[in-house]
């Protein structure tokens, strides 16, 4: 299973773009790498998920580059509202299927 | 409304006394898991399973008991719960294909005294 390694918190204000890199050096050729969002005592929500190149959605774009090993979150002026724990995921939706999600990286907006 | 419902949301229960976390999805998705969630260490998997009849232990299966007779429940069983099982609980599913989100529940708080 792919392990990933992400920053444990960043800081950012309102209006900032913010970029959360996730390393997953052992990705497999059938992983695909997935970004949720966890609010305080709520279920973590998918936000984006990506292949390979860039993916963008109405919230978030998701960067990964040809080698795979690392992907970039990215959250285009973020409000207040943003800030959560976002965990990076990287594993295949058939055959073996443990899913480990990381200790995510905690994102805190200011005013 | 895709959901995935978890009961109960909440539960103080004394050391020793079983109990059950009930889990059901109505997206009639194949794979079903559970996770704990604790202070400082992020979501740990307990068990998960593929389909009706299959599971299989996640990184924290110790203490922990499942079952999946049927495809839209998966009940997380505690036989004997201790203090150090005291912990947020979540329930989560998804369809098994190669692209899919994962859904989760609510959540369930449980303190074990």
């Known amino acids: 299973l792919a392990k990933t390694t992400q920053p444990i918190s960043m800081d950012s204000y309102e209006g900032q773009e913010v970029n959360i890199t996730c390393s997953h050096n052992?990705?497999?050729?059938?992983?695909?790498i997935t970004w949720y969002q966890q609010f305080p005592s709520q279920g973590p929500r998918f936000i984006i998920q990506?292949?390979?190149t860039k993916v963008t959605n109405e919230v978030a774009s998701l960067f990964i580059p040809a080698d795979r090993k690392s992907s970039t979150l990215s959250l285009p002026r973020v409000s207040l509202s943003d800030t959560a724990v976002y965990y990076c995921?990287?594993?295949?939706?058939?055959?073996?299927?443990?899913?480990?999600f990381g200790s995510g990286t905690r994102l805190q907006v200011q005013p | 409304e895709a959901q995935v419902t978890q009961n109960p949301r909440y539960l103080i229960t004394v050391t020793g006394k079983k109990l059950t976390v009930t889990c059901s999805q109505n997206?009639?998705?194949?794979?079903m898991s559970w996770y704990r969630q604790d202070p400082g260490l992020g979501l740990r998997q307990i068990y998960y399973?593929?389909?009706?009849?299959?599971?299989d232990k996640g990184d924290v299966p110790e203490g922990y008991k499942v079952s999946r007779k049927e495809k839209r429940n998966f009940p997380l069983i505690l036989e004997s719960p201790s203090p150090n099982q005291t912990s947020l609980y979540f329930c989560?599913?998804?369809?098994?294909?190669?692209?899919?989100?994962?859904?989760f529940g609510e959540g369930s708080w449980l303190t074990v005294v």
């Open positions: 989560a599913s998804s369809s098994g294909l190669p692209k899919d989100t994962i859904y």
């Open positions: 052992n990705i497999a050729t059938n992983d695909y």
């Open positions: 990506g292949y390979k």
């Open positions: 995921l990287v594993g295949p939706y058939t055959g073996r299927r443990a899913l480990t």
């Open positions: 997206m009639n998705h194949e794979y």
């Open positions: 399973s593929m389909n009706v009849e299959v599971t």
